[in-house]
């Protein structure tokens, strides 16, 4: 196989907030020249597709304001500092629907923006959910959308749910339920 790696040879931090940490790198090339790759340093984050017991999927909807939309999608949210994926599922799920999970099973990591962002997402089903309060973030607006696993498929197939964490997450669960993958409990 041939040799792609890039080497860094400076990086620079040109902004830093509370989500994310923009960098510019000057690297070498495998052929030994050098360029710029500018990217979003991210903390990482866990999404999570929720089973109620009625079999449903609690899917959510909510406003999303860089795009300038509202998008129907799955439970997700950033990993806080010092914290574990399988904490932060827990601490998601029940900030985002209140419900919280009995069983919870990893399924994959996925990199949602390879291309400029060293985002990592770990991506989990939630099963034997009890339903609780929720806790969100005071400035998180969400509504509960309880829908069957095909009827959210259609919702993929049709460009009403277009997030792509949202639409891994789907497939990657319908692939579970029809037993053609099997995953390893956590």
Same mark, same amino acid.
């Given at each position: ?71 129907? %999608? /799955? ?7 010092? $914290?574990?994926?399988?904490?932060? @599922?827990?601490?998601? =799920? &029940? +900030? ?12 994959? %990591? /996925? ?7 060293? $985002?990592?997402?770990?991506?989990? @089903?939630?099963?034997? =959910? &009890? +339903? ?55």
């Amino acid at each position: 196989m041939k040799e792609l790696t890039e080497s860094k040879l400076s990086s620079k931090q040109v902004f830093s907030g509370r989500l994310l940490d923009v960098r510019s790198d000057e690297v070498s090339l495998p052929d030994g020249a050098v360029s710029t790759r500018e990217y979003i340093r991210h903390p990482g984050a866990v999404v999570i597709v929720p089973v109620l017991p009625s079999e449903e999927i609690l899917l959510i909807h909510q406003f999303r304001y860089p795009m300038g939309i509202s998008e129907i %999608e /799955i439970p997700a949210g950033k990993i806080d500092q010092g $914290e574990r994926p399988e904490e932060t @599922l827990h601490r998601e =799920l &029940k +900030e985002e629907t209140g419900y919280r999970a009995e069983r919870t099973t990893f399924l994959t %990591e /996925i990199h949602p923006c390879i291309g400029y962002s060293d $985002e990592k997402m770990w991506l989990y @089903l939630a099963e034997d =959910l &009890k +339903e609780g309060t929720s806790g969100g973030d005071e400035d998180e607006f969400i509504e509960l959308m309880p829908t069957p696993l095909e009827e959210a498929l259609k919702m993929i197939m049709y460009g009403q749910i277009t997030d792509v964490k949202a639409i891994i997450g789907l497939f990657w669960v319908d692939k579970v339920r029809r037993g053609e993958w099997q995953p390893r409990d956590l």
